[in-house]
C-alpha cells in the first residue's frame, strides 16, 4: 500500500474509531472496541475498501499509533482522542514533572485566562517532549508550547492517565499551571 493510501485509511478509522462510527453503521462496545471483520465490511459498504493486511499495516505504521489491536486481532480501536463517550479503562499513572502542551498563537490569551479545556474531546492531550507538542501545535497555527507544571498537579490530586500510545491525558489544566 503507498502512503497516501494509507493515510486514507488511517484519517478514515480516525473518524470512524474516535468521533463518528454511526457514519458507517459500526457498533463500539463501552470500551471503543470494534470488531475487525464488521469493520473492514462495513466500511467497503461505504465505499472505503482495505484488507485486513492493509489495516494491519496502517496500526503497525502510524507514527502516533492512534489505534490498537486486541491480543488475538479481532478487535480494534482508537487510543485515545474520542469525542463520542467510551472509557477506556485507564489507570491512573504519575506523570513527570513536567509535561507540555501545543497549541496556536492565537489560542494563548484564552488558554492562560481559562487554562486547557478538553472541549470536545474525552481529555486534554499532554505530551512528554517539546518536539511531539510543537508537531501538535504546528496543526493549528504558528505553534506554541506550554509547559505544564504536572507533578504539581498530581500532588494536588489532579489524576492523570498514560493512553496505550504514550500520550498523556487528564480532565483540565487550570491556568495556575500553566507557563509560556
Given amino acids: 500500500m503507498n502512503e497516501i493510501e494509507n493515510k486514507r485509511i488511517s484519517k478514515f478509522l480516525s473518524l470512524i474509531l474516535r468521533h463518528q462510527p454511526e457514519t458507517i453503521q459500526l457498533k463500539l462496545d463501552e470500551n471503543g472496541w470494534a470488531e475487525v471483520s464488521e469493520l473492514i465490511t462495513k466500511s467497503a459498504k461505504g465505499r472505503i475498501h482495505f484488507s485486513f493486511e492493509d489495516l494491519e499495516e496502517v496500526v503497525e505504521t502510524n507514527n502516533k499509533k492512534r489505534f ?15 469525542s463520542i463517550d467510551i472509557d477506556l479503562a485507564l489507570k491512573t499513572a504519575q506523570p513527570p514533572d513536567f509535561l507540555y502542551h501545543g497549541t496556536a498563537e492565537s489560542n494563548i490569551s484564552s488558554i492562560l485566562d481559562k ?4 472541549r470536545s474531546r474525552q481529555h486534554v492531550h499532554l505530551s512528554a517532549d517539546k518536539e511531539t507538542a510543537t508537531k501538535v501545535g504546528m496543526r493549528h497555527g504558528k ?3 506550554l509547559t505544564i507544571r504536572t507533578k504539581k498537579m498530581n500532588d494536588d490530586g489532579i489524576p492523570f ?3 496505550a500510545n504514550n500520550v498523556w491525558l487528564t480532565d483540565f489544566v487550570d491556568a495556575k499551571y500553566i507557563s509560556k
Fill in 161 to 163: 492517565y498514560l493512553s
Fill in 143 to 145: 505553534p506554541v508550547i
Fill in 68 to 82: 490498537a489491536f486486541n491480543d488475538d486481532k479481532t478487535m480494534i480501536r482508537a487510543s485515545q482522542g474520542h
Fill in 115 to 118: 487554562g486547557i479545556e478538553k
